[in-house]
């Protein structure tokens, strides 16, 4: 016959009691020590983040107000050598602007000129195609005179029908069968 051991199984869930309580009570400080980390964290990182943007602030005000120098904008207050120094930014600035700017001159006229010679090439070989089949029309002056409409032309060409009439397109038609 087997005797439950009573004993065992109270031993048991104590020992089961108290191990769970433990684990839930490192859980607890875990998680606590965690909050208080991220917090910390937290706070540094906004620290940071605050002396970052105000650096920043410092920087762009710090830009916009040379830029303003750079438009001829409160030079009042400045020095003698901040002039002289704003102008040799300023000259070097120019120059490097010239020198782009020629350089893309330079390239546009070379293109262009190849261009050119391609447009030439392909004259030539429509010219020579044109010749060829004789549709090249080489007139000379008096050819050209020649083609020109004369007076009498002229005068015929400048007569215009100004009849008015009212009515659809075929009545007029039948008029001009009757007449």
């Known amino acids: 016959m087997v005797i439950p051991s009573f004993e065992t199984n109270v031993e048991r869930l104590n020992k089961f009691n108290c191990s769970m309580q433990e684990t839930i009570a490192r859980y607890v400080r875990h998680t606590r020590d965690t909050q208080q980390d991220k917090e910390k964290t937290n706070a540094e990182n906004m620290q940071t983040l605050k002396e ?12 916009e107000a040379s830029k303003r120098r750079f438009l001829g904008e409160n030079l009042a207050s400045c020095s003698l050598p901040e002039l002289q ?8 600035s120019v120059t490097k602007i010239r020198a782009r700017k020629n350089q ?3 390239e546009q006229i ?3 000129k190849e261009k050119e010679k391609q447009l030439a090439t392909e004259n ?3 010219s020579e195609k044109c010749s060829q089949y004789g549709l090249l029309n080489k007139e000379t002056p008096n050819q050209a005179a020649e083609d ?3 007076e009498d032309t002229n005068s015929q060409i400048s007569e215009v029908e100004t009849d008015l009439y009212i009515g659809l397109p075929e009545s007029r038609i039948k008029r001009a069968r009757v007449a």
């Open 85 to 92: 120094q704003l102008e040799n930014q300023l000259e070097r």
């Open 110 to 112: 070379r293109s262009l």
């Open 104 to 106: 893309v001159f330079s």
């Open 52 to 63: 970052e943007t105000a650096n920043l602030m410092k920087k762009i005000e710090e830009i």
């Open 148 to 150: 020109t409409p004369s």
């Open 124 to 126: 030539m070989k429509l």
